[in-house]
């Protein structure tokens, strides 16, 4: 309770006179990187700020992935794009708490600053919990809570910014893939929701992994700029339970189970509702502020086109059916590279041969009629 209070103290003198307390010479600055959750928000681990001064019994960890569920339309927030995270304060032991409750891996490592570098941190830091700079509009790749991080650290070194070492010249989406192994439905909703920004080169250090391994070969005026590395929380890092109806075969064996019906207001349903996610893909590039959901080619394989299928004569059924196989052939094109070819490709296949049946087309002389 006694660090507590003297915890508030300390701010509050930060808040009054724009300065913390001066901090001793064996104040310690490090880097948390901290391990998955079984949330999806946490998949990919989180990234913090300690600073440690025994003299002034001080032990604090600043914090940039905070955000507030209460928040006003939420949800609309977060899809639009100008959903605000903010950086908060807890104390070590609060922090190590939580993670220690949810067994999950945390890993430190002490920064190898002069007294004035870790002094000035710690100012700029405490400052900004009283001002705007404590907010900021979370951007799934250039800004979250490891980027705020990787910034503070760049500016304190006088650098624009970190020299990444984990392999550049993969995509993003490739980069995300290990995160989702036994997590298919996740896997499904990120690969369909996300753009062509995420099939760019990997270039901006934006996972907590990658700054920890960015860190660790970092060299600052000729000296590693980490001079100790330890595991504080080891985790618990057992492997997810294969699920047959959390994994692609479920989706293919649900496909197959549809298209073995062969009927026609089922295949025209799917199609339908292919449709209505192609206009939400679409229109969610439009109105997000995300630049990972713009240009979704995804909307090539669940045309808005569908939408008319059912309201069409044959004449003109046939010919939308006949651009909207073309369009997805278009589409397995763009998709020969991509990670999450083998995900999309029963939807393909699927979405091609109702599309074939319900134009009453069998250039393979290998369909039945539909009923």
Known sequence: MAKKILLLLLFYCAHVEAQGPILSENTKVSIFTCGRGE???????????RIKDDENQLDVVFNYGAFDFRTDNFYLKFIKGDLQYFMNVTSHEDFILEYQ??????????????LAKKQKLFETLSASLYTSERYYTYKFIDRNCTTMVAEKICTLLGQKSLEKVDDTSVSYRKVLFPYFENYFWYKLGINIIFGAKTDSKAAKVFLPIELMHTLDKAIVDRKPLVSKKQTII???????????????YFIVLILFLLLLMNKRVLFYGYLFLSGILGVFLCFVGLYSDHQEVLWNYNA??????????????????????????????????????????????????????????I?????????????
């Open 39 to 49: 949330e999806l928000y946490s998949t990919f681990g989180h990234t913090a700020i």
């Open 300 to 357: 090539l394989l669940f045309s808005p086109l569908f939408l008319t299928l059912p309201f069409l004569k044959q004449t003109n059924l046939n010919k939308i059916c006949k651009l909207s196989i073309a369009i997805i052939f278009i589409y397995a094109i763009i998709m020969i590279n991509k990670p999450h070819l083998l995900i999309m490709l029963p939807f393909m296949i699927t979405t091609i041969y109702m599309l074939l049946k």
């Open 234 to 248: 080891k985790g618990d890092k057992k492997q997810v339970e294969f699920s047959f109806i959390n994994s692609i």
């Open 101 to 114: 409750t949810d067994e999950r891996e945390v890993i430190e490592q002490t920064l190898n600053l002069p």
């Open 359 to 371: 134009s009453s087309k069998n250039p393979l002389k290998l369909l039945t009629s539909i009923k």
